[in-house]
Nanobody, 122 residues
């Protein structure tokens, strides 16, 4: 099983980025998937999650500025981030959880991608 996250980069404050995470090796059609991020010297934090029926859940820090979605084959998830702020700077990770509900706890996710760097300049 592999999760490949990509789409990060350097963007100015107020800009947008779209992160993608492609799953291979198995289907995650009935699983929840999520995005987490970790800034230097900070703990990993939940960003957004999407469940098997495409219900979504967001951290307050990104709510209203970000949209998580997945493709119809349910093998790729996306995180569209708008109105980016310098405090959004972090390595962003995608992950898969076998729970029936969307969890914001990293410990509930069993598969993780390698991360993609997002840097927002002021």
């Amino acid at each position: 099983v592999q999760l490949q996250a990509y789409g990060g980069g350097l963007v100015q404050a107020g800009g947008s980025l779209r992160l993608s995470c492609a799953a291979s090796g198995r289907t995650f059609m009935n699983y929840n998937m999520g995005w987490f991020r970790q800034a230097p010297e900070n703990e990993r934090e939940f960003v957004a999650g999407i469940n098997w029926s495409d219900s979504t859940y967001y951290a307050d820090s990104v709510k209203g500025r970000s949209t998580i979605s997945r493709d119809s084959a349910k093998t790729t998830i996306y995180l569209q981030m708008n109105s980016l702020k310098p405090e959004d700077t972090a390595v962003y990770y995608c992950a898969v959880s076998g729970l029936r509900y969307i969890s914001s706890r990293g410990a509930d996710y069993g598969y993780w991608g390698q991360g993609t760097q997002v840097t927002v300049s002021s």
